[in-house]
């Protein structure tokens, strides 16, 4: 289980499968409302579709394209985060560094990559 304090920033980290290929990352800080606001305005990210109306955090769920690829971002059971991960689950995505960037510059502050 990953903890954050907060500090009004968001908070990211980039993950990474085993063989140290990135694949996602997980923003904790950040409402979803914000998150989604921020990743659309990124450059190649294009048909963000969100859920507007949930009974819970964990009805909460948006799928985008970013550079051709489809992801979905996804709230933590668990923690207050929200995943930005790869629709298709076993999929490994570069680019994703860049959005990871954008959204960091925007939002928050750096974080350490996890292996």
Not at 11 to 22: E, Y
Not at 56 to 64: N, R, Y
Not at 70 to 79: A, G, L, T, V
Request: glycine share 8%; proline share 5%; net charge neutral.
């Amino acid at each position: 289980m990953i903890r954050f304090s907060f500090e009004g920033k968001m908070k990211g980290k980039l993950l990474n499968r085993d063989d140290g290929r990135p694949y996602g990352f997980l923003a904790c800080g950040v409402s979803f409302r914000r998150l989604c606001k921020s990743i659309s305005q990124c450059p190649g990210v294009a048909l963000m579709s969100k859920r507007l109306f949930f009974w819970s955090g964990e009805d909460v769920h948006a799928t985008f394209t970013f550079n051709g690829h489809e992801f979905k971002i996804d709230p933590d059971s668990w923690d207050d985060a929200l995943w930005v991960i790869p629709k298709q689950d076993d999929a490994t995505h570069p680019e994703i560094q860049n959005l990871f960037s954008f959204v960091e510059k925007q939002l928050g502050t750096p974080v350490s990559t996890s292996r």
